[in-house]
């Protein structure tokens, strides 16, 4: 979040493809489900109709035999890490919803954010990875986030 006429950047670590379906515009940090990719030629499509596992689909652009979910495994990089760090240079409002914070490169975010002198507020279960001068909202998220929206669109005193 921004100051007021700036800009806004959602990233998210889900794989699902839930907030693009509610409108945002998301940085999918760790790829889309729904999307498969060829390890060929790079290619990337969408795809609800195959969700056999035993059953490959073909690369429509090069004819590679088989595609892989177009997701981040473990030991590979996240997607738009040179995107989300230049945001966070600029950022006046880091917000943490849903994380434990301590699964890197995502947790550094939160440390970077502090670092650039951004306002800090993190929602979770358990405070974890929190340092003096974070806002913690402890509880669901469907539960403490519009509190946590109020507070943090309410002008300032």
Do not use: K, Y
Not at 74 to 89: C, H, K, M, Q, S
């Amino acid at each position: 979040m921004r100051a007021a006429g700036g800009s806004f950047l959602l990233v998210s670590q889900n794989v699902d493809d839930l907030h693009e379906r509610a409108g945002a515009d998301v940085l999918s940090m760790h790829g889309q489900l729904l999307d498969l990719a060829c390890e060929t030629c790079r290619a990337v499509v969408r795809d609800r109709e195959h969700v056999d596992a035993h059953e490959f689909v073909a690369c429509p652009s090069c004819g590679a035999p088989r595609l892989r979910p177009d997701v981040v495994w473990f030991g590979e990089v996240p997607r738009g890490l040179d995107a989300i760090e230049r945001a966070l240079v600029d950022c006046t409002d880091f917000v943490a919803i849903g994380t434990s914070g301590v699964v890197w490169p995502a947790a550094g975010m939160l440390h970077a954010a502090r670092e650039f002198g951004a306002r800090t507020f993190v929602q979770a279960l358990e405070a974890e990875n929190l340092v003096r001068g974070d806002r913690f909202v402890q509880g669901r998220a469907a539960d403490v986030v519009p509190g946590l929206l109020d507070e943090l669109l309410a002008p300032p005193n």
